[in-house]
């Protein structure tokens, strides 16, 4: 089976972070980084991290979840994890 494209990874994640967030899907862009432009506090990044790990059905390591700033950056975490499954 193919691993879902970017741009399916990334309209999934727009629907979780708006639900998780309270925030409207027109606003966030692939470079929208959740703590400077989102102002999200650490809890806040674990919903949305627990939420993409129930739908996308792989856990986010702690070490990697450090280095997801962006939603791009997550996109592409997201994207390798389901290609190596």
Do not use: C, G, H, R
Not at 28 to 44: M, R, W
Request: no cysteine; charged share 35%.
């Amino acid at each position: 089976m193919l691993p879902e494209n970017k741009e399916v990874i990334f309209q999934k994640l727009k629907k979780i972070i708006s639900e998780q967030l309270n925030i409207n899907k027109k606003l966030l862009l692939k470079e929208t980084n959740f703590i400077k432009d989102l102002k999200a506090d650490s809890l806040d990044i674990v919903e949305v991290f627990m939420a993409v790990e129930d739908i996308f059905k792989f856990k986010i390591l702690d070490v990697d979840a450090k280095k997801l700033e962006t939603i791009q950056d997550l996109i592409d975490y997201i994207y390798q994890k389901k290609k190596s499954i």
